[in-house]
């Protein structure tokens, strides 16, 4: 886990800098979890990075807890936090299996472009069950690096991480393969479609 932290804190301030690649995807997926949120949410971010979309978000919902590994993510979204009159929303340095949640279970858990960053995909999505009420919504976006994908990317990232350039643990899941585990783990897929470069789109009930 530290060196998944290193690795995020060294990046931090270059990926809050960087402009959204795919804006015409990001909005989408913004627009989307709209539909899916109400103005009394009580909402967890895990992975939430520099917290922009939490940011975006937090006006319309009751509550957000923006939650990230990288210490230097969430110094970054408290920053940007304090330059808005956004009230509503609490950064919180923690993976999703720290116990440092004491708002569970929440009636969201937004995860975009993180369900793939750690080795154990299910174990996490399991986690994301007991921190969300019966009926609560797991609302996701993940790159698509499994399938065919897989056959380029892997030795490609491998060689990355050498230098430093890739996340340690990284998932290969299609998405058919996630959407088979989140339903697994106990979820109704309400919503399975693409966003921008091929990226699942899914929003889960918890049973
Ligand atoms: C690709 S970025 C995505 C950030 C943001 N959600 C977005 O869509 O721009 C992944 C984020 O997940 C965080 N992260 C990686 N592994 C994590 C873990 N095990 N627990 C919590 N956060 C993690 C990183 O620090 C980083 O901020």
């Not at 530290?2 to 990926?15: C, S």
């Not at 709209?34 to 509550?63: I, K, M, N, Q, W």
């Not at 990230?68 to 993976?95: H, L, P, W, Y």
């Not at 009636?107 to 009420?133: G, Q």
Request: charged residues 25%; proline residues 7%.
């Amino acid at each position: 886990m530290a060196e998944t932290e290193d690795f995020w804190n060294r990046i931090a301030r270059k990926y809050a800098a960087d402009p959204i690649k795919d804006m015409e995807g990001y909005n989408r997926t913004i627009d989307r979890t709209r539909e899916h949120l109400s103005r009394d949410a009580r909402v967890l971010e895990v992975g939430c990075g520099s917290g922009a979309t939490a940011l975006l978000l937090a006006p319309e919902v009751g509550h957000i807890t923006a939650s990230d590994i990288s210490s230097e993510m969430i110094t970054i979204g408290r920053e940007k936090a304090a330059g808005t009159n956004v009230a509503n929303i609490d950064f919180v340095r923690a993976t999703p299996f720290d116990d440092a949640f004491p708002d569970a279970p929440y009636d969201a858990v937004l995860a975009y472009n993180f369900l793939h960053l750690v080795p154990d995909v299910p174990a996490l999505i399991d986690r994301l069950a007991e921190l969300m009420r019966p009926g609560g919504l797991l609302i996701s976006k993940t790159p698509n690096i499994g399938g065919a994908r897989r056959l380029v990317l892997q030795p490609l990232i491998a060689a990355m991480r050498l230098f430093g350039k890739a996340p340690p643990d990284l998932s290969f899941v299609s998405p058919k393969q996630l959407k088979a585990m989140i339903a697994k783990a106990g979820f109704e897929i309400v919503v399975f479609e693409f966003h921008g470069d091929s990226r699942p789109f899914i929003v889960a009930k918890k049973k």
